[in-house]
């Protein structure tokens, strides 16, 4: 009995960890990714629709990405957070390309302001914050920083 079991439970075991993972399915009408930027001719087909693709636009799996002599196109899937990119005179699904297949990523870092990130040790980080709103701060009229004074 105890054998039936333990092999019952192997069995499921090798069936669960299945390495081989169906790619990610389109569905109409459900964005699957976002133009992050473009620039030159570049087209996207919708059925028999075809319009220019601008910056901001979202794309659907089944849509076709046309790009003309001087096009350059990169989409942000959204199943799995990878830029797709499409070079001049090229054509392509956008669920056909290779970065649909790829394994989910973890969102990018967000850019850093160089002129008012600290870096370094907590302490210098802190002493940087307080000398930056320090600043911020209006300056105490003439007849108040007096009466401060000792």
Request: hydrophobic share 40%; glycine share 8%; net charge negative.
């Amino acid at each position: 009995m105890l054998r039936a079991v333990l092999l019952g439970v192997l069995s499921l075991s090798v069936v669960g960890c299945k390495s081989d993972k169906e790619p990610a399915q389109s569905q109409a009408g459900v964005a699957a990714g976002k133009v992050s930027d473009v620039s030159g001719s570049v087209t996207v087909r919708h059925g028999d629709v075809a319009r220019a693709l601008a910056k901001g636009d979202t794309v659907e799996g089944d849509d076709t990405i046309e790009t003309g002599a001087d096009g350059h196109v990169l989409i942000e899937l959204v199943h799995n957070n990878a830029t797709w990119e499409l070079n001049a005179n090229k054509k392509s699904k956008v669920r056909e390309s290779l970065a649909w297949s790829e394994p989910k990523r973890e969102h990018s870092a967000k850019a850093v302001e160089q002129d008012t990130a600290a870096a370094g040790r907590p302490a210098e980080r802190n002493a940087a914050e307080t000398t930056a709103s320090a600043k911020a701060e209006a300056p105490m009229a003439p007849q108040a920083a007096r009466a401060a004074e000792p």
